[in-house]
């Protein structure tokens, strides 16, 4: 009599489906050119802040336009970090609604795991940020600073050091990237609302509702949900609940999937999906470049200045915070994610793999800066900002060192990905899953 083969272990971090590998595929390649540009914008800032012309950045940051019996006569920087990066939570959020409707992280199971990582990433950041500025007055309100993750950024770094990273790696950083800079917003919305006005907060249900309506009915017209969104964007602003809080709202009111009727994937894509190819290279091409333009430029004064700086307990608290506490937190996070469901990670990848995305999680760019405004208010961050600048760039490097002595495995994987004997356009590792799919 033959022995029936024991079931296989579900394997953390297993390859996805083919036709959700080819979506992600897209995205990174846009988010990569995205966060070349946000290099350039924050070393020209940079630069620019530090030569002796640094008196015209402040003057052209400082510039302000706008109506302002709307209340939005506001400066450049501000702009930026309201309006601007309302585009870049809106894609984020049309790319979460995304994930759990119609991707792969519909599954329950499979969903477990970054977001897990991506609240371990959050919880252990902020602990140690505490730890090291919580005594001292006023500091605690920058907890949130090392918890956030700039996806643009580190695939930018990944475009250089892991360029045959395995999909599986790839998919979970994209999507713990995305559950990340959703804890971000809820974050701002609870935690850093100083005023809060009722009336228009109440009054930006009219334009939002009637914005859900179209979207519902399939309504793609730009002369109607544009301006629905700009009013809805302005009475969240109005409300002091930070702008880009609208975004996301907007982002989370678009369907995914094409038909309400059908309850699956197989329905196609829906206006989230074409909206974001619409948005998605505005929010990495231009919002987010422009933002970080508008917001590292700092006067580091030398290394006198460099010293004063890292003597704050502010900074230290984000350097940790970023550095250890993102890679602490999400490793942590995702060994009890294994230890409790039995599962192994997937027979090519090892912990070592996981270490170098958690630390390259730790660069915490573009949101990391928002929320230093947002405790410290604008021109008293600029500790906050040699913190998260020097963190991040540190965070790069590690992961490079790691990541780097697994290129070769990562090498072979690829070739094994890849792969496409029958020539039918579909790599043979997805067959099985095209064949299910059919």
């Known amino acids: 009599m033959t022995n029936p083969v024991p079931p296989r272990k579900p394997a953390l971090l297993g390859r996805g489906s083919w036709g959700e590998t080819l979506r992600i595929g897209a995205i990174l390649r846009k988010e990569t050119v995205g966060g070349a540009l946000l290099l350039v914008g924050a070393v020209v800032a940079m630069v620019w802040a530090n030569s002796p012309w640094a008196d015209a950045y402040e003057t052209l940051r400082g510039v302000t336009f706008g109506p302002e019996a709307l209340h939005l006569n506001l400066s450049l920087a501000t702009w930026a970090a309201d309006g601007l990066l309302a585009i870049f939570f809106f894609v984020a959020g049309l790319e979460l609604k995304r994930e759990f409707v119609a991707g792969d992280l ?127 964007w302005a009475l969240v602003h109005a409300s002091g609940v ?32 074409h909206f974001e190819h619409r948005f998605r290279p505005l929010s990495a091409g231009v919002a987010v470049p422009v933002f970080a333009f508008l917001s590292a430029g700092v006067t580091l004064g030398g290394a006198d200045g460099l010293m004063s700086a890292f003597r704050d307990p502010v900074v230290l608290g984000v350097v940790v915070g970023l550095i250890a506490g993102k890679p602490i937190g999400i490793m942590a996070a995702t060994w009890l994610m294994a230890r409790f469901t039995h599962a192994d990670l997937d027979e090519n990848l090892s912990w070592v793999d996981m270490l ?33 600048l020097a963190a991040s760039v540190t965070a790069a490097l590690l992961a490079t060192v790691v990541l780097r002595l697994r290129n070769r495995a990562y090498r072979r994987i690829h070739e094994i990905e890849t792969a496409d004997l029958d020539q039918d356009g579909v790599p043979d590792v997805y067959e099985p899953d095209q064949a299910r799919q059919n």
């Open 356 to 388: 170098g995305l958690s630390l390259l999680a730790g660069i915490g760019f573009t949101v990391s800066l928002l929320i230093g405004e947002l405790a410290f208010g604008v021109g008293d961050d600029a500790h906050v900002k040699v913190a998260v």
């Open 106 to 232: 519909r599954d329950a199971r499979r969903a477990a795991v970054p977001i897990a990582a991506a609240l371990g990433g959050v919880i252990v950041p902020a602990l140690l940020y505490l730890l090291f500025a919580g005594g001292v007055e006023g500091a605690a309100r920058g907890w949130a600073i090392p918890t956030a993750t700039d996806i643009a950024f580190a695939l930018a770094v990944l475009a250089v050091i892991g360029r045959f990273l395995p999909t599986a790696l790839r998919t979970f950083l994209l999507t713990l990237a995305v559950v990340d800079d959703l804890v971000a917003i809820v974050i701002i919305a609870l935690f850093y609302t100083d005023h809060l006005s009722p009336v228009p907060l109440l009054a930006a249900l009219a334009p939002l509702a009637l914005f859900t309506v179209l979207v519902q009915r399939r309504v793609r017209s730009w002369w109607l949900l544009l301006p629905l969104a700009a009013i809805t």
């Open 242 to 273: 930070h702008a880009t809080v609208a975004g996301v709202l907007l982002g989370f009111a678009v369907p995914v999937l094409r038909s309400p009727k059908s309850g699956g994937p197989d329905a196609g894509p829906g206006l989230a999906e």
